[in-house]
């Protein structure tokens, strides 16, 4: 629905909310509906992981493991490159995204458990004329404790009702039957 200005995918680990939601993005920017994919993640490493350290080179290097979901979906790094080149993709870091004004573009964010309520509504302020944005993740895969209460999954259930507002929630694993078995573990 081209009037639901803030759309949210929800669901478990592997059930496709970034291969759907990419899929839409991608194909809205390929006809004209947009002009770019401004990419947002909120760079929080895996709970109870060592951090890498500093990483040389600049912004959109630093970024790079945090896009692979897009890398994968676009056929690899050539692909992200090719698509980053056209200007069909920006990277924008949550850090550095106050003041902006974007317009004419998907402002796409992923894994927004990883973001405070704070996070979301610094982020909805960022949509200009023309502009969508799109929130996909799971309360299930918080890796702070901060995030336990508020994340971004809880505060967009808020919107429910808003007739700028879609939701939609998945409930099963799709990515693979091995996959499936991680979702087991917390039956045991």
Known sequence: DDEM??????GVFGSGKDYLMLSHAIQAVKDGK???????????EVKDTNSIGFLPDGLNDKLKPFLAPLQDFLGGEHGL??????????????????????????????ECQSNTK??????LGRVGEGS??????DDQQTD?????TNNGV???????????????TMDKTERSKTARLAGLLDEL
Do not use: A, C, P
């Open 144 to 148: 702070s404790d901060k995030f336990k």
């Open 154 to 168: 809880n505060t967009l259930k808020k919107l429910s009702g808003n007739k700028l507002y879609g939701q939609v």
């Open 5 to 10: 200005t803030v759309k949210s995918l929800f």
């Open 34 to 44: 947009f002009d770019r994919i401004v990419w947002v993640r909120n760079n929080i």
């Open 81 to 110: 490159e090719l698509f980053m080149d056209e200007g069909r993709i920006e990277v924008q870091h949550l850090g550095f995204i106050r003041g902006r004004d974007i317009k004419n573009s998907i402002i796409y964010v992923t």
């Open 132 to 137: 969508q944005i799109w929130f996909n993740g």
């Open 118 to 123: 704070e996070h979301i509504q610094l982020l």
